[in-house]
């Protein structure tokens, strides 16, 4: 009979001590547990474009079936500085200052890991996007949370505080975390917002690493700025992004992080050892993407927009308050009228009485009972798919 070999704590890594399980996963588990209509993660139930996984399917074809370039095959590179100069009017070095990554997810760990020495410290907005949190875990720094305070008036923006923002870059700083537009709040951080984090940066000599995913799903005139546009952050920050959502392709896993050259390599380093490279044939069709035509960008912030105006007053009849985002496609809601304890026995009941599957607020928070009131609902779906969800919504009871 064999042994069972026991394994115990001392056998693990302590940092993983620290992780629980991706909550959002986890939702996504149960819905399909129960049958549910999943809008807890944040990937698209529609196709992606045609011309895109044509030019998959011919890179296949074609042969491109052996590792890129560790940091990123040529033709992705150029056109990630070529979309870079056209909609942020920066100029990027293809040969030096991008790595491309296995999704945005690895650019940011990546990033981080090169930078972050242990005792540093990162400063993160709260509610946050929840990998951020193992993100700086496992590169030794510590995160700390300044508050995204939730809208007071009906149509408003979610808002930080100055002071407190100030107070966070005191404390062996090595960079800040920006998200914007943000997941979840769908905040989009304005010039004068973005100038106050390029002035504390300067100040502390801080980096400012910004995950730009949701750069193209915008609404009501939401511009998208980035960082590393305004004078004095060129040359300290890491701009990471990615095709998962601009182009419906999240399990590709094709992400970047733009870089001044002396951090490109770090991270290039560190790149090269996790992952060796991303997908190549992949990798070819992202660079037919990103060369996609302005109509393509401008329909399918239109597209999400309509998608936002069809669940919000579902959910707004069904008793939940909505904050109103102004990007990215998710929308954050206060469950305070239905009379549950919490988020997560909130979310059980969603997912197993009434078949829609959301995320607790409480995984965007350090401390659970700060976001023990919220849930998050992904819109990135098809109008059918947001129908049900409507009409399943209307069985739901205050208590
Ligand atoms: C803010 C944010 N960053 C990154 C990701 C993941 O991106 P990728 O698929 O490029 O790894 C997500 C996915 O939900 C996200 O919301």
């Not at 060369?291 to 069904?318: N, S």
Request: overall charge negative.
């Amino acid at each position: 009979m064999t042994q069972v070999f026991p394994v115990s704590k001392q056998h693990l890594s302590d940092k993983v001590e620290h992780f629980t399980e991706s909550v959002i996963r986890e939702m996504t588990r149960q819905a399909m547990q129960y049958g549910a209509i999943n809008l807890a993660q944040g990937f698209p139930d529609f196709p992606a474009p045609e011309e895109i996984k044509q030019a998959a399917q011919q890179a296949i074809a074609a042969d491109v079936n052996q590792y890129a370039i560790t940091w990123g095959a040529k033709n992705l590179r150029n056109a990630i500085a070529r979309q870079m100069k056209e909609w942020q009017g920066i100029d990027v070095d293809p040969e030096r200052e991008v790595v491309v990554c296995c999704g945005s997810t690895e650019a940011m760990i990546a990033t981080l890991l090169a930078v972050c020495n242990k005792g540093d410290e990162v400063v993160v907005f709260e509610p946050f996007y929840e990998n951020y949190g193992p993100d700086s875990i496992l590169s030794g720094a510590k995160p700390r949370f300044v508050s995204l305070r939730p809208p007071q008036t009906p149509r408003g923006e979610w808002t930080f505080d100055e002071q407190e923002l100030r107070e966070a870059f005191q404390h062996h700083t090595k960079a800040i975390i920006l998200n914007t537009p943000n997941n979840p709040t769908g905040k989009v951080f304005t010039r004068k917002e973005l100038e106050l984090m390029r002035d504390l940066c300067v100040e502390y000599n801080v980096l400012a690493i910004t995950d730009e995913i949701y750069e193209h799903i915008l609404y009501d005139g939401a511009q998208h700025i980035s960082i590393a546009s305004l004078d004095g952050m060129r040359d300290r920050t890491v701009t990471i992004n990615g095709l998962s959502k601009t182009y419906s392709v999240t399990g590709w896993r094709v992400g970047w992080a733009i870089a001044p050259p002396a951090i490109t390599n770090a991270v290039r380093k560190v790149h090269d050892f996790l992952t060796v490279g991303a997908p190549a044939p992949l990798q070819e069709a992202g660079a037919v993407a990103l060369g996609l035509p302005p109509t393509y960008y401008k329909g399918l912030a239109e597209k999400y927009r309509t998608r936002r105006d069809h669940l919000i007053p579902a959910l707004e009849k069904a008793g939940f308050h909505c904050y109103l985002p102004r990007g990215a496609y998710y929308v954050m809601t206060d469950i305070s009228a239905f009379g549950f304890s919490n988020d997560i026995e909130f979310a059980g009941h969603l997912v197993r009485d009434i078949g829609i599957a959301c995320v607790p607020g409480s995984s965007f928070y350090k401390h659970p009972k700060d976001g023990s009131q919220q849930v998050r609902f992904a819109f990135c779906k098809k109008p059918e798919t947001l129908d049900e969800a409507a009409r399943r919504l209307e069985n739901l009871q205050r208590r």
